[in-house]
Each structure stands twice: as structure tokens, then as C-alpha cells.
């Protein structure tokens, strides 16, 4: 039964839409927040788009052709083999490019992350 109401309920609330997703400005208040809850959501939400992106980066590696690899590229994140990365480095980094860039705010914060990622460990 639980499992019907669920099930409804997803149902019924429509398709997600771009203005339900969080924005840059949102996880960048979430980043520096002092609450430990907002701290949380920062840095999990940022472990899931280095999850994305580590896989992402993978596959871009053993494409064989350039123009496979300049299509595959917008997601991919080559993170060095000797780099440790932790998450606070991550939320760091995040930030650095986020304040940077205000303009950006609005967007999706999955767009800022994986860009702020894509500029430290670009892949070539």
C-alpha cells in the first residue's frame, strides 16, 4: 500500500523541470554555510558529480579517435592518477569558480561543478 501511495505521488508531481534544480547560487550557499546540514549537502552533492565525472573520464580515456574524444569531453573530468581528492578540495574548488563567477549563478549547479572540475583536470 505504502508502495501504491508512493508511487502516486511521483506520479502526480510532473516531470522535474530546470527551475526545480539547484542553482549555482544555492550549492555555493550551501558551501559556505556554517550549518553542518548545508556542509552535508554541499559536499554530497559534489561526490556524486566526481562520480560522474570520474566515470565520464574514463570512457573519454579509451575512445580512440580525437573527434570521439571532443565529443565526449563535456562531462569529462581526467583526474591525475597520482591526485588524492578530497572533499573538501572539491567544495573548494567549486567555490573558487563560483565566486569568480557571478554571472553563472542562475545555471544549474551541475553545470558550475563539473565546469570549476573541468578547468582543474581538463582532459586533453
Same mark, same amino acid.
Not at 27 to 43: D, H, I
Not at 87 to 97: E, G
Not at 108 to 121: N, S
Given at each position: 500500500?505504502?508502495?501504491? +501511495?508512493?508511487?502516486? *505521488?511521483? !506520479? ?5 523541470? *530546470?527551475? @526545480?534544480? !539547484? ?13 553542518? $546540514?548545508?556542509? !552535508? ?7 556524486? #558529480?566526481?562520480?560522474? $565525472? +570520474?566515470? *565520464?573520464? #574514463? +570512457?573519454?580515456?579509451?575512445?580512440? $579517435?580525437?573527434? @570521439? ?14 591526485? $588524492?581528492?578530497? *572533499?573538501?578540495? #572539491?567544495?573548494? #574548488? ?29 582532459? !586533453?
Amino acid at each position: 500500500m505504502r508502495f501504491a +501511495i508512493a508511487l502516486a *505521488a511521483l !506520479l502526480l508531481a510532473g516531470p522535474a523541470r *530546470a527551475a @526545480d534544480f !539547484l542553482t549555482t547560487s544555492d550549492l555555493r550557499s550551501y558551501c559556505m554555510s556554517q550549518n553542518v $546540514t548545508s556542509q !552535508l549537502v554541499c559536499k554530497y552533492y559534489l561526490q556524486g #558529480i566526481v562520480d560522474v $565525472t +570520474i566515470m *565520464a573520464g #574514463i +570512457i573519454h580515456e579509451g575512445l580512440e $579517435t580525437r573527434k @570521439d574524444r571532443e565529443s565526449s569531453a563535456t562531462m569529462a573530468v581526467c583526474y591525475g592518477s597520482d591526485d $588524492t581528492v578530497t *572533499a573538501d578540495a #572539491i567544495q573548494q #574548488i567549486f567555490l573558487n569558480w563560483a565566486n569568480q563567477l557571478p554571472k553563472e549563478w542562475s545555471r544549474p549547479a551541475g553545470f558550475a561543478a563539473v565546469a570549476a572540475l573541468r578547468e582543474t583536470w581538463p582532459c !586533453l
